[in-house]
């Protein structure tokens, strides 16, 4: 099998990467070279989702298309695809890949996109594998915290809500770890907390960081306050799940006290965390930062069509 270039977890970056990668998604900006360059006139994407998704699938496929390439998939691959006849995930990524140049897989189980990697003959892209990664939210969370910021280096990022079932929060937490001076404050409910191998990762890396029940922490030190999404359906009971709801809710109240400087990111969807109200102040930078999975889903697939 030919060597690809997969996109699978975080730590598989490192700053002259992601560096690089910032720059292609800025180049990807520009609209007057969507749909220019030869090098993807014919190829083809698969999307194959087992979770649900807006944000990711529907940039991804954008994605595909403003580079000039094709799309095919499956949206609901649980229902849809021979899965529910007990075809493997290996088998079903062999097949795919027969009829696509790339594959970007959604799967419930951790470790899913590893496992397609090993038989694919074509890149693969983890879309989010489970409670465990999903490395393509992180990179367009650093995207924008470099555009928004103008730095990442010595920054301190107040992670927020739930961070034992939220992947996005394991793949930021990891890329950051390329970064000089980096502060992480994890405020969750206790329920909840950043997982034990994400914290013997970044002592590993020599990153600061500190663990909090009390929302107020984060307020006045954290630059960037990356607000999350309670995990409802991943929660081994409801009884868990309402010890986690509802703790840390941003609304006006909040903002009159966060730094004039900082800014808010949600990787979305949200389900009750942010107030509408907040939408208006110049800091709700979450739509903007939605906005960027474009850019760096087409800088993505430039690299792992053209490695
Ligand atoms: N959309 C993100 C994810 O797929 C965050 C979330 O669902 O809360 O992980």
New binding site residues.
Partial sequence: MTAHYHILGAKQFNRTELEELFDSAARMEDRETWNTDPRFAGKIMTTLFF?S????RLSFESAMSRLGGKVIGTENAAQFSSTIKGETLEDTIRIVSGYSDIIVL?HTDIGAAERAAKVADVPIIN??DGAGE?PT?ALLDLYSIRKECGRIDGLTIAMIG?LTY???VHSLSYMLANFQNIKLLFVSPENVGIPSYVKHYLEEQGVAYSETENFEDALQSAEVLYQ??I?KERFPSIEEYRKAEGRYIINRDILSRMRKDSIILH???R?GEIAPEVDEDPRAAYFRQAQNGLYIRMALVEKCLTF
């Fill in positions: 979770e998704s807006t944000r990711t959604r879309a989010g999903h939210q739930d939220g992947r996005t999350t999404r995990q990787p979305l969807p389900a």
